[in-house]
């Protein structure tokens, strides 16, 4: 059974800093690539960053410049450094792992940036 366990939320003041961190278990196919999106309260899931096995990446324009993904493929984990938080950076933030043919999820891990 596939787990990705989530973690590194909280609660920072604006202009502060959180590491995210999401460690996939049970995984027995190649990942193709992984990524971080958030759903702030009453808007739709949105994507941050992702990163794919060959280590392109892509960022939203709203973080580009505060916000880095990295994996340790060893580990199959993946983070979000974030700086220079912002309130409206509020949200639940979601990692997602791909394989083929699957989408993985975490069960998400909230960060609160209070101005």
Do not use: H
């Not at 961190?21 to 193709?32: H, Q, R, V």
């Amino acid at each position: 059974q596939v787990q990705l366990v989530e973690s590194g939320g909280g609660l920072v003041q604006d202009g502060g800093s959180l590491r995210l961190s999401c460690a996939a278990y049970g995984l027995i196919f190649s990942i193709n690539n992984m990524g971080w999106y958030r759903q702030g309260p009453g808007k739709q899931r949105e994507l941050v960053a992702t990163i794919t096995s060959g280590g392109n990446t892509n960022y939203a324009d709203s973080v580009k410049g505060r916000f880095t993904i990295s994996t340790d493929n060893a580990k199959n984990t993946v983070y979000l450094q974030m700086n220079s938080l912002k309130p409206e950076d509020t949200a639940v933030y979601y990692c997602k792992i791909r394989v083929p043919t699957y989408d993985y999820w975490g069960r998400g891990t909230q960060v609160t940036v209070s101005s």
